[in-house]
T-cell receptor
Framework: DVKVTQSSRYLVKRTGEKVFLECVQDMDHENMFWYRQDPGLGLRLIYFSYDVKMKEKGDIPEGYSVSREKKERFSLILESASTNQTSMYLC?????????????FGPGTRLTVL | AQKITQTQPGMFVQEKEAVTLDCTYDTSDPSYGLFWYKQPSSGEMIFLIYQGSYDQQNATEGRYSLNFQKARKSANLVISASQLGDSAMYFCAMREGHIKDKIIFGKGTRLHILP
């Protein structure tokens, strides 16, 4: 079974704190993704990575950075958390190169920034 | 312009009835793939069904089928004989050929199945 795990289900942080969200997949997927999900807005792509140390900006990268030092791990970093970053964060992974490769999602991290 | 449009923010359906969730898409790429995901209240995203732009047949997976109308750029999800456990958020998504590793999601439809 494909498994994508995220370091926390719930997280509460203060404005200005540096926040790390970790994601690990165990299926040797090339691609990994970070989304945020807000009511009425669906899923919006923050960053994705198609290989170790490779990353591309998604639709809403401002205020975020990412790190992919190992193939199985993709980290999302909020350099200085702000209240408008309160959201559900979803990590996903997939194989590359085939249209039919679905993304497998982690359980999500609900982040609250106070 | 939105690439994926789901026009039904919410739907209420009686148990055992069939359900159609609408999805239209916008792309000029001849190669693309369409996905449907389900998100129950627990939050995890569950892949349901996939349709490729060159597939001749409509995709089916158990009680799920995809009504693919290429000329209309429509990819509606049909759930036959709905069950209480089908209550969830449903997302339509698309992968385009020229940016094939990324998936674009619609805003979702919340489906409520009534007993």
């Amino acid at each position: 079974d494909v498994k994508v795990t995220q370091s926390s289900r719930y997280l509460v942080k203060r404005t200005g704190e540096k926040v790390f969200l970790e994601c690990v997949q165990d299926m040797d997927h090339e691609n990994m993704f970070w989304y945020r999900q807000d009511p009425g807005l669906g899923l919006r792509l923050i960053y994705f990575s198609y290989d170790v140390k490779m990353k591309e900006k998604g639709d809403i990268p401002e205020g975020y950075s990412v790190s992919r030092e190992k193939k199985e791990r993709f980290s999302l970093i909020l350099e200085s958390a702000s209240t408008n970053q309160t959201s559900m964060y979803l990590c996903a992974s997939s194989f590359a190169d085939d249209f039919g490769n679905e993304q497998f999602f982690g359980p999500g991290t609900r982040l609250t920034v106070l | 312009a939105q690439k994926i449009t789901q026009t039904q923010p919410g739907m209420f359906v009686q148990e055992k009835e069939a359900v159609t969730l609408d999805c239209t898409y916008d792309t000029s790429d001849p190669s693309y793939g369409l996905f449907w995901y389900k998100q129950p209240s627990s939050g995890e995203m569950i892949f349901l069904i996939y349709q490729g732009s060159y597939d001749q047949q409509n995709a089916t997976e158990g009680r799920y089928s995809l009504n693919f109308q290429k000329a209309r750029k429509s990819a509606n999800l049909v759930i036959s004989a709905s069950q209480l456990g089908d209550s969830a958020m449903y997302f339509c998504a698309m992968r385009e050929g020229h940016i094939k590793d990324k998936i674009i999601f619609g805003k979702g439809t919340r489906l409520h199945i009534l007993p």
